[in-house]
């Protein structure tokens, strides 16, 4: 049995519905997604229209196919922009490895026609302390961007690195550890507006 978390949860959203003539993208992660989703179709807005699917499942339960094929069943998606690795700490690095491979495999099989881009997870910081990283969780963290990297790098799977685009900018964190103020989310966005549009 899968250890999951005490709380779990799950947000799609699907902006933009009745428009068919736009190429139509598809955001998954967690809560960082979350914050950045809505930046990210303000800026596409006229370019493409935008879905996401943000959740607290780690790679490897069985239940996050449900969710993937949830979303994946109601559009076709021209690009998919994904990211997985800040929960599920229970969960060790080669059960990662494997559950995120087999995750690619999921959305590959799920959409075949739609091109990938991968987003490393961001840093973990000490609450209250944004410009200390977490001495526990954070070499996890970039551990499974490591062990991402070279599953995207077999695959010819482009990365959009996140962690360093916040590294050390303590200025950016909404102080939690984890998530990010209106500016670091509109930096984000950026970054991935930026690079879906060349994608598309």
């Known amino acids: 049995m899968k250890t999951r978390e005490e709380t779990e949860w799950c947000k799609i959203y699907w902006y933009d519905t009745g428009n068919s003539t736009l190429p139509r993208i598809l955001l998954i992660g967690d809560s960082i997604v979350a914050g950045y989703n809505d930046a990210v179709a303000k800026l596409l807005k006229g370019r493409a229209t935008v879905a996401y699917l943000a959740s607290s499942?780690?790679?490897?339960?069985?239940t996050i196919y449900r969710e993937l094929e949830l979303v994946m069943n109601a559009?076709?998606?021209?690009?998919?922009?994904?990211?997985?690795?800040?929960?599920?700490?229970t969960t060790?690095?080669?059960?990662?490895?494997?559950?995120?491979?087999?995750?690619?495999?999921?959305?590959?099989s799920m959409s075949p026609e739609s091109k990938l881009i991968w987003a490393s997870s961001t840093p973990i910081t000490l609450s209250g302390k944004p410009d200390k990283l977490d001495p526990e969780k954070n070499p996890r963290v970039c551990e499974r961007n490591h062990l991402a990297a070279e599953i995207m790098r077999k695959r010819k799977i482009p990365v959009n690195d996140l962690y360093s685009l916040v590294l050390g900018r303590g200025d950016l964190s909404c102080g939690d550890g984890y998530h990010y103020n209106q500016t670091g989310i509109g930096i984000q966005a950026e970054k991935v507006v930026a690079m879906v549009a060349e994608a598309i």
């Open 57 to 62: 499942k780690c790679v490897g339960d069985p």
């Open 75 to 89: 559009y076709r998606f021209k690009l998919i922009h994904f990211n997985n690795g800040l929960h599920g700490f």
């Open 92 to 108: 060790s690095e080669s059960d990662y490895a494997r559950g995120l491979a087999d995750y690619v495999d999921a959305i590959e």
